[in-house]
């Protein structure tokens, strides 16, 4: 039997739950966990490389994880500045990538997400792994700007 529970928190949209039906999209037959929602980048045809430089290190520093913007912050700091345009390119296409993935990615906790073979052989993931491991077991922080 199906139930209509309204939320009581302000601006939520009402649920529709029965039993094991809780999470199904009545539109595409699927339940949360099998649905992949990729938002595409904005194109940005013509950037400067400079301008490039500046929006991936605040791309890399306001993520919205924690775990994952010490780890981006930390690499755009040790290694931006030194970057040839085709790096650049690569580390913009690794932040198109959801947090967590990118996380998981570079801790090597593949049995919760595999890395894909495009970023596992990528001397940029490569670079971001060795920076997770944090071999002189020193406290993260945000780097200073």
């Known amino acids: 039997m ?22 199904v999209n009545p539109v595409a037959g699927k339940t949360a966990d099998e649905i992949d929602v ?10 400067e490389t400079e301008t ?27 290694y931006l500045k030194d970057m040839t345009r085709e790096e650049l390119e690569e580390y913009d296409k690794l932040l198109d990538e959801p947090d967590w993935d990118i996380f998981y990615w570079a801790t090597r906790n593949d049995n919760i997400k595999p890395c894909p073979e495009r970023w596992a052989k990528s001397p ?6 060795e920076l997770a491991e944090n ?3 020193e406290v993260l922080r945000m780097p200073d700007l």
């Open 135 to 137: 071999k002189e077991r």
């Open 38 to 47: 990729k938002i595409e980048p904005i194109p940005r045809h013509g950037e």
């Open 2 to 23: 199906l139930r209509l529970v309204r939320s009581s928190r302000a601006f939520s949209t009402s649920l529709i739950r029965a039993g094991t039906q809780a999470n």
């Open 124 to 129: 940029v993931m490569e670079k971001l792994r």
């Open 52 to 78: 490039k430089r500046a929006r991936l290190l605040y791309q890399s520093r306001k993520r919205g994880i924690l775990e994952t913007d010490l780890l981006l912050s930390r690499y755009a700091k040790l």
